[in-house]
């Protein structure tokens, strides 16, 4: 049973940074797609970006290329989601995910942690 662990969300202003974590156990991951989703109030659950877990090919929503990173630590099952320059559109719950095979839709998802809130003010 695939278990992940959010950690690492806060409040932080326009501009800023803040590092999330999860931490992944339950199972070898060397064929999944490891990667983070968001849900705003009143909104769907959407994409962020995604890792494969052994490659480490990634690949990243248009709203957050070029700001966010995504990485993964093989060693201690971790990943992490980066988020450099925020937006107050950045204000949501993230949710790490695990999946075997390419990572998109929510609706495909089978793992979910319990979701983590990042709030940036303006």
């Known amino acids: 049973q695939v278990q992940l662990v959010e950690s690492g969300g806060g409040v932080v202003q326009a501009g800023g940074s803040l590092r999330l974590s999860c931490a992944a156990s339950g199972r070898t991951f060397s064929n999944y797609y490891m990667g983070w989703f968001r849900q705003a109030p009143g909104k769907e659950r959407e994409f962020v970006a995604r890792i494969t877990w052994t490659g480490g090919s990634t690949f990243y929503a248009d709203s957050v290329q070029g700001r966010f990173i995504v990485s993964r630590e093989s060693a201690k099952n971790r990943l992490y989601l980066q988020m450099n320059s925020l937006k107050p559109e950045d204000t949501a719950v993230y949710y790490c995910?695990?999946?075997?095979?390419?990572?998109?839709?929510?609706?495909?998802?089978?793992?979910w942690g319990q979701g983590t809130q990042v709030t940036v003010s303006s």
């Open positions: 995910a695990a999946q075997e095979g390419p990572m998109y839709l929510a609706s495909n998802v089978p793992d």
